[in-house]
């Protein structure tokens, strides 16, 4: 009996494991990649200063590179988190997962255009497409939590349906945030990329305290309910 | 005596342990390298309206890159489902598994050919080449499938033989089908991506409808058999 | 007192569990991105007939990445079956582990090499430089054996001896062999490229062979020997 | 009660397990993307010779290759000995191991650089680049072992508080050398890269020493204080 009680979290957890094994590995892999655009500088006249000019001149790259590496790295976390509710799979949740890593894995795509465009006429267009991939992954994001609502039965028995609830208003409102700043983007390039940024410092600040209250909690945030 | 009863399901998954993980890294990668097809546009005269041109004239990409990550993404939910039915592993499993990651891998190949070649004269090669690639996925799968038979005696005891055998029938159907695509893709090029999108919605519905089967039973499709 | 005896292989465990997990990243990472070498041609006259023929002709292309693609699998097949002797991890073991990853992710330069040289006039450095990189790739293997020699004190209790040393053998004779081959390629391509892959048929042929023993006595190679 | 104690240390560790799988991968991905510095050479007349010749001319970007793929082994066979002292998981710690991904991620930018610009005019530039890149992880270590101050509660009972103090100061001493090899590195290429390369014998140095202590006590730096 006592030895049941200890295999249960072991086959519960069954469930998610190659699920969170293979999304991991995408949000790894995706993160990773961004440095292929880092691109070294092909210059005509090869000289140290040359070298240094073109360098420091590539600074969209490096910005967009580190925008893109914080976004996912934040997304990675509240995953974990949210993966740490869920007790059984089904077949929303499976795609809605699917479709959240497809748009992570296409942010490479508008990083190298910000990284290209940013400080010419074609800025707006640049940062616009970064704004629309975002919104796309926001869109997955309301999914997956439709597909974690707890009358839906996937949740492990004792997270709290006010954690679950307020998760989901966060991530409405992600989307009508990065719906706007997919529309100002058009009128400047430097607005819209600041309301990313400023929506990332959100994030990044929310992740940063529940991960503390984690820590000292010794539960919350990654608490696996295993142990009563 | 109850230690060894818990033991055993540990040890007896130590066997597929590294196989589920390695070929989730290289499903994980192969899914992931797809968007590095995504490619900034370079344009001649830079302005935010050709930039917008540029990136909506670059939907065949955007097309290929998603049948491309929906297709990667459906077989690793099926190989998923299918390497919890494994116990044992021997040499036809782990080279027919080494072939279905082969072809995998090389479908970022024909990826690229459809997005780039698609719409114009040579679409016809470009989807065929992309028929071709999946066609040798689903030979793959059927050796898969072949070294799966009950008779051979790799499987958990208590995998229902009608659950390979109806297995065992998709997979020969597929091939089948990519055969027939491969064939009328040289016909014309939007038949035969329409035939291969056709197929991933059945796949997809498939594995949808298995998953929410399984999620309601708590078992089915991802049950490991390891608790009675 | 049982409790114990439960507990110790998972904590033995724990010393090579994050190894296996950085290696199969790194051959999974390495075998995946073997795939971009599989360039989409560009035409100067796009027609149906013009493609195919392009891609025809790519065919070196082909056959390097799939020599690649099997050479890979067989080393993380065997690597797998070495890591499960192990019980404990030294300097020169995590080193030579280093040294081997080192040159299985460095395949991927002779690869695009032989797809893109091989049929012509530099064909025999293409080969004899990719010769020299499995050559580096099996100095790493005899390194690795050297550090699993019993008396070294990190193989779990029950390795037999006989099989260490037969393992021996084999990668000393294959340090050899390619020595040969690297010698020989420079007097002709096809030459060098043929005892290539004969021994990857040597290694497969083996390996199979060992698997099918391991399924059928549900030990052997892949044995942990954590169960008595 | 005794079963208890043997769930502790597993549900102790889910805190730490996907982050630590998380890095391993980006540590995974980013040593083997490193490959894809090493570029085939596209020669004007084709021939055996002019192959080999550009082949050998291309040496510093194996020896980049080489410097870079040891150096992210080596911070991850510290990483590896680092998390395992580590219980608990706060937000200080997840951002700055975020940082520590982003520099290493980054490495394989100024290891382009140097493998493309050492041996001209333009050096000393990609030199300093390159450690200025590494400057940034070992400013990334540093907020790392301040993450992990004994009095911040994350660590595991029993990691000696001594052990973590030395951790400190070497991370420190690091920072200052990589500040001080920076400047040098703008006087002379060459003599930036001997610094960087003899840091890298120090580190590796140290932890082969530390491994070979850990096998023989069995314990020690991967010691995971989960048996008394």
Known sequence: LQVNKLARPASAHRQTARIEAFSD???????TLLALDLRVPHLEHVTAGNLAHAILHEWP??????LSFATILIMWINHHARMAWVQHVDGLLIFSNGLLLLTTTALVFPTSLVG????????TTAVATYALVVLGASAAWNVFMIALQPERGLLLPGVPPAA?????????????????????????????LGLLVAMWCF???TAYGAL??????HDALYNDLGEP
Do not use: D, K, M, Q
């Open 116 to 123: 290209e465009y940013l400080t010419g006429p074609a800025g």
């Open 164 to 192: 679950v609830a307020a998760t989901r208003r966060n991530v409405r409102f992600g989307f009508v945030f990065y719906a706007v700043t997919f529309g100002l983007s058009f009128v400047n390039a430097y607005l819209g």
């Open 212 to 217: 503390n209250v984690s820590a000292r909690t």
């Open 203 to 205: 994030w990044g600040a």
């Open 25 to 31: 590995g995408v949000f790894a892999i995706a993160i």
């Open 61 to 66: 790259a490096y910005f967009a590179f580190t």
